[in-house]
């Protein structure tokens, strides 16, 4: 080990994170892997490595794909929809409007549906602009393969993610209009900010209380929210959740949930509850994710 090696490492460590966390859909994974290259990254001759950034996402692009084919085994038995572990993020990546849109809950959970190679390319071709002689090294495969594998991705992609654009000033003023109604339990006002086919995914991992399977539809979105309602005094803040404006939930002062949600024409189309206790260790913690 040596100083110039770790300057190197921590110059580019949120960049590697970005890219494992967008690969994973987890910051404690995406820790663990920037751990496992550090390790390898002080092991390495620096003198044969030509681009350091380029080496260095390799490194974390491997070692993510590996953890991505555990996770998927292991997601086989988990309880209820699984939901990417929201980050509080500085205001600058709401800035960039590309990165935003990568990290949001919504496409994280889109990624959830690509292969772990469809998704590499993905993520390094789409969001960090790598060509595609650098990926086929990252993930193993020609040149020509990866080009078929980004353009079967990149379609896979657009079928599913939301096509609209909605600017901060917007998200902030609709989730307030919804933190009021929900807080204040009127089903009527939940009613006329939630689009007419909403829906409502919720990560309870078996240890909260959420539902098991997608609800759809703007009243029954409405009445679980209210139903929901405990008699225990919540406390709802606006915060920057994965590049948008989002929402921790708090009681007796503890984050219980954090709401990540989905705008179209004015409208929330889409709304992400995580309660899972593991997946809210970092969301007091703002995170820098960079390209």
Do not use: C
């Not at 491997?62 to 205001?91: D, I, Q």
């Not at 609800?215 to 606006?238: N, Q």
């Not at 708090?250 to 709401?259: A, S």
């Amino acid at each position: 080990m040596n100083a110039e090696s770790t300057d190197v490492f921590v110059t580019h460590r949120n960049l590697l994170f970005t890219v494992a966390y967008e690969m994973l859909g987890s910051a404690a994974d995406a820790e663990d892997v920037l751990q496992e290259a550090w390790l390898r990254w002080v092991d390495v001759d620096r003198a044969d490595v030509r681009d350091e950034r380029a080496y260095l996402v390799r490194i974390v692009t491997r070692l993510s794909l590996n953890r991505m084919r555990a996770n998927a085994r292991r997601r086989e038995t988990y309880v209820g929809p699984w939901l990417p572990e929201p980050l509080l993020t500085t205001p600058d990546v709401a800035e960039d409007v590309e990165l935003a849109d990568s990290v949001s809950l919504a496409m994280l959970t889109v990624l959830e549906t690509l292969g772990p190679t469809e998704r590499a390319v993905f993520v390094l071709r789409e969001v960090f602009d790598f060509g595609y002689d650098e990926i086929a090294v990252a993930v193993d495969k020609t040149p020509a393969a990866v080009r078929q594998i980004a353009h079967r991705a990149r379609s896979h992609v657009a079928e599913r993610k939301s096509r609209s654009e909605t600017t901060q000033a917007q998200y902030e003023r609709v989730l307030r209009q919804f933190m009021h109604a929900a807080s204040t339990g009127n089903v009527q006002a939940l009613m006329d900010v939630l689009a007419p086919d909403v829906v409502l995914v919720s990560d309870g991992g078996g240890v909260k209380r959420a539902a098991l399977r997608p609800i759809l539809g703007a009243d029954k979105v409405a009445r679980f929210l209210t139903g929901a309602s405990i008699d225990v005094p919540v406390t709802l803040e606006l915060v920057n959740v994965n590049g948008a404006p989002g929402i921790h939930i708090l009681l007796d002062g503890r984050i219980e949930t954090v709401v990540s949600a989905v705008l179209e024409d004015g409208l929330i189309a889409g709304l992400y509850a995580v309660r899972n206790p593991e997946k809210l260790a970092r969301v007091d913690t703002v995170v820098a994710l960079t390209r």
